[in-house]
């Protein structure tokens, strides 16, 4: 009787609804007996309660002469709104579900009839989602039911089916958040043991991250603190019972909640960056591999795209089993299949020197380039600049001589704790500087090693030269250390007082000078390759006008020696000095038989001999390594470097003449994505654009983000790349995109131009992306969490790498992911 009570004087089955309806209606279906028989029927009015059956015969009605209307019966998932019904007589729409249940006050527009068609698709979807419209829905299920009593307790059953779903809900929140964070961090959530729901309230166990992190919210969140109460208790009768497993409990807090709670996270991070990638219309990749902590080979796909910014972002770790071209081919097409994207939008990629990706019949990139004519191959600029450091270091024994000099003390002093005392003893500084090993793999290793023991070129002090001699010396005259380790200590002391050592690391510093600020850039997100190749040149340019001072790297050792001496003076219990000169050496005469051709003599100066033989011989290594690594590209390059902003001036002062076959190279690639890209039309949008610069150039442009490698502290170890916000300098390609991005020019003005910035800026130049995922993938995958799976290890690594991304998913939609394979979590 209550719930009859209810229906009739509530919004299911109102009395005063059906009067209203009969008392407002001239002519309808809810009118009285004695206008039945007129032929005149309104269906778009509230209907009397027993004429409803006839009502829902009628409704919907979709079946528009206006195609425009007749698309709004269609929802964006290519569903139908089957509420919707639309009046041709009104030219208006109506949800026929209200019309029949709704309260009489209801204001809402769709029973009156809604004729406003400004924004109409986000009405509909606000009607829907209205409390009021689900009502109206879950009362025409009961009339289609006839509301019977076993209905009727169908329905209490229903509305306690949602208060539980609803309470599920609210703490499936608090877990998805918890994993957020944790996946942020790239910490793990699971104990190996003490998971149990029993267990969770004796705290002196370790119940894990995930599970720590839950008790924690629940001592100051309401609906936590309920639901760990609940759980924890009936848990425990479970357990006590002798039921092995937790039967029908439903925890929300199991292994199997929170894997489907990380797997809808992962695909989800996946979906929004492959809908941007739809939207940019082009993409670029870069691929390389690596071993985890287990030995097993591990792929970064990282894919680079252009929006309102440029973007490089992380899309799969796949584990490898081959390594070969056609394999890495294979892995790609799987991952970009997955993500719904189309290979032949990719205009190229950016890979290391390997054979694997560079050879010329099976390579990587040669059978990329087979799928796509106009794929453009990028060998990684960062491992070329370290190729040629590479190239420049071993050139000479003298300068092997040295980097193994300061990596064998490094490793030396930090091999024994009693000489790391000494070490902490003799250093001024308080923090106790560590001097740094070199790795082969860290581009910058060679600098940062070298600038912490003898400071910059020219400028030693804040080096620990000094300290590091002091240091060797106190090893020597311990007694209670072996003597092939004081021995050692000698050899190494030695090296660090001669002349040559001083005068090497001096060149090295001044060559490092130019090229370390090369090396960051390179390793900078969003870069583009004319910003990289003018950085390439200048730096060419630099180390060529220094190819012959020798004279400035000999004052600098000069200096560094007068310091270095002053300094041992001032130590006491140290006679030592540094070598102010190189040694003579004395020359081997040979003998000359009759008649033989005279030979080269050797240099007799020891000064001119280094001059010479070294510190030339580095230069010109350096040189011409650089000149003939960074040889690529030239043509496509020469057409790209037209799109610059600082040669828009020569455009303008030529009266915007162009070579016939300037960008010729740059409209085959872009052809592809637009027939109208021709030659001559890109060039006329070019002129066009040179002579407006000067007016759009003044306009203000918004800060925009980028990543960018971190200025080392003294005590740091490794370079960290931080995100930063960057002034718009208007002078690069991304601020002249920015532009006409900002005027709307890239539709109708500059459609082509705008397709030219796009691919520019979409190129890879680098794979420091995988390089940098890498460093992740270590702190992630670690001796503690070498059992990962390569699903759990993809959606850490896509939560700890896309943090923005991460953050800007709705709870609601993680939810509604995990409750598609729950119903105890469908609304």
Same mark, same amino acid.
């Not at 915007?656 to 960008?663: D, I, N, W, Y």
């Given at each position: 009787m209550e719930a009859e009570a209810k229906c009739r004087d509530g919004w299911r089955w109102s009395s005063a609804s059906d009067e209203v309806a009969a008392s407002s209606q001239t002519v309808g279906v809810g009118a009285e007996e004695s206008q039945e028989d007129q032929t005149v029927v309104d269906y778009f009015s509230r209907p009397h309660s027993t004429k409803r059956q006839e009502f829902f015969k009628f409704h919907p009605q979709q079946n528009a002469t206006n195609p425009v209307i007749q698309r709004l019966f269609t929802r964006t998932d290519d569903m139908a709104w089957k509420w919707l019904t639309y009046s041709d007589q009104h030219n208006a729409l109506f949800c026929f579900l209200c019309l029949a249940f709704s309260k009489p006050n209801d204001p809402s527009s769709f029973i009156g009839g809604m004729t406003d068609w400004r924004h109409v698709h986000q009405r509909i979807e606000e009607h829907e989602r209205g409390m009021a419209h689900r009502q109206c829905a879950e009362a025409y299920v009961l009339n289609c039911s006839r509301a019977s009593v076993d209905h009727l307790l169908e329905e209490r059953q229903l509305k306690g089916h949602r208060e539980q779903v609803k309470k599920r809900r609210q703490v499936l929140e608090r877990v998805v958040e918890v994993v957020k964070v944790l996946g942020k961090r790239g910490l793990s959530y699971r104990q190996e043991h003490?998971?149990?729901a029993y267990t969770l309230d004796i705290n002196s166990l370790d119940h894990g991250n995930f599970l720590e992190l839950i008790i924690l919210l629940g001592k100051y969140d309401v609906c936590l603190k309920?639901?760990?109460?609940?759980?924890?208790?009936?848990?425990k009768q479970i357990h006590a019972s002798g039921t092995q497993g937790r039967g029908s409990l439903i925890t929300l807090l199991s292994k199997t909640t929170v894997d489907a709670v990380i797997d809808a996270i992962k695909h989800l991070i996946q979906e929004s960056i492959s809908a941007d990638i739809k939207k940019a219309g082009m993409y670029s990749v870069q691929l390389d591999t690596t071993q985890d902590v287990t030995g097993r080979e591990q792929c970064s796909v990282i894919l680079r795209f252009v929006t309102d910014a440029v973007h490089e972002r992380l899309v799969a770790v796949v584990q490898c089993s081959t390594t070969t071209g056609q394999s890495f081919v294979t892995l790609l097409t799987e991952v970009l299949e997955s993500l719904q994207l189309d290979i032949g939008l990719c205009i190229g990629n950016a890979t290391d020197g390997a054979s694997n990706m560079q050879g010329q019949y099976r390579g990587f990139s040669a059978l990329m380039a087979s799928k796509n004519p106009t794929h453009q191959h990028v060998w990684c600029y960062a491992h070329v600049l370290n190729l040629?450091?590479?190239?420049?270091?071993?050139?000479?024994?003298e300068s092997g001589s040295l980097f193994g000099l300061l990596n064998d003390i490094a490793v030396f002093i930090r091999d024994s704790y009693t000489r790391v005392s000494v070490w902490e003893t003799e250093s001024q500084?308080?923090?106790?500087?560590?001097?740094?090993?070199?790795?082969?793999?860290?581009?910058?290793a060679k600098h940062h090693a070298l600038r912490k023991v003898f400071g910059n070129f020219g400028r030693p002090d804040g080096g620990l030269f000094v300290e590091v001699v002091s240091t060797l010396s106190a090893i020597m005259k311990l007694k209670s250390l072996a003597s092939n380790a004081r021995n050692k200590a000698r050899g190494y002391r030695d090296g660090l007082l001669r002349y040559e050592t001083v005068l090497t690391a001096q060149l090295f510093l001044r060559v490092f000078e130019f090229t370390s600020p090369l090396s960051k850039y390179l390793q900078t997100g969003g870069m583009d390759i004319l910003s990289a190749h003018r950085m390439v040149t200048t730096t060419h340019d630099s180390l060529t006008k220094i190819a012959r001072d020798f004279p400035a790297v000999k004052d600098a050792a000069d200096c560094f020696v007068h310091w270095a001496n002053e300094k041992l003076e001032e130590q006491d219990d140290l006679d030592l000095e540094v070598e102010a000169a190189l040694p003579q050496k004395r020359l081997k005469k040979k003998k000359v038989l009759p008649g033989e051709m005279a030979q080269d003599e050797s240099l007799s100066d020891s000064e001119k001999a280094y001059e010479v033989n070294v510190h030339h011989q580095i230069l010109d290594t350096a040189v011409e390594a650089m000149h003939n690594r960074f040889l690529t590209h030239g043509t496509l390059y020469s057409d790209l470097s037209l799109l610059h902003p600082k040669n828009f001036p020569l455009i303008q002062t030529s009266g915007? &003449?162009?070579? !016939?076959?300037?960008?010729q190279e740059h409209s085959k690639c872009l052809v592809v994505y637009d027939s109208r890209a021709t030659v001559t039309d890109l060039q006329i949008e070019l002129r066009n654009l040179a002579q407006q610069w000067d007016r759009l150039v003044q306009s203000q442009l918004d800060n925009?983000?980028?990543? &960018?490698?971190? !200025?080392?502290?003294?005590?740091?170890?490794?370079?960290?790349?931080i995100s930063k916000t960057c002034v718009s300098c208007k002078e690069c390609p991304l601020c002249c995109y920015k532009i006409l991005l900002r005027f709307n020019m890239l539709t109708h003005a500059y459609p082509l131009l705008g397709l030219a910035y796009k691919f520019l800026l979409t190129l890879s130049i680098t794979q420091v992306a995988c390089e940098r995922s890498f460093s992740t993938l270590r702190y992630i995958k670690n001796r503690l969490r070498s059992c990962l799976s390569a699903s759990k290890l993809e959606a850490f690594m896509l939560m700890a790498i896309e943090k923005d991304v991460l953050v800007s998913l709705e709870t609601d939609t993680v939810i509604d992911r995990v409750a598609e394979k729950s119903e105890s979590m469908k609304k």
């Open positions: 003490n998971e149990a309920e639901h760990l109460s609940s759980v924890i208790e009936k848990s040629v450091l590479s190239d420049t270091t071993h050139s000479v024994i500084d308080k923090r106790h500087k560590r001097i740094s090993t070199i790795g082969e793999t860290r581009w910058w915007g &003449a162009l070579h !016939e076959s300037a960008l925009y983000a980028t990543k &960018a490698v971190e !200025e080392e502290s003294d005590g740091q170890e490794e370079m960290e790349i």
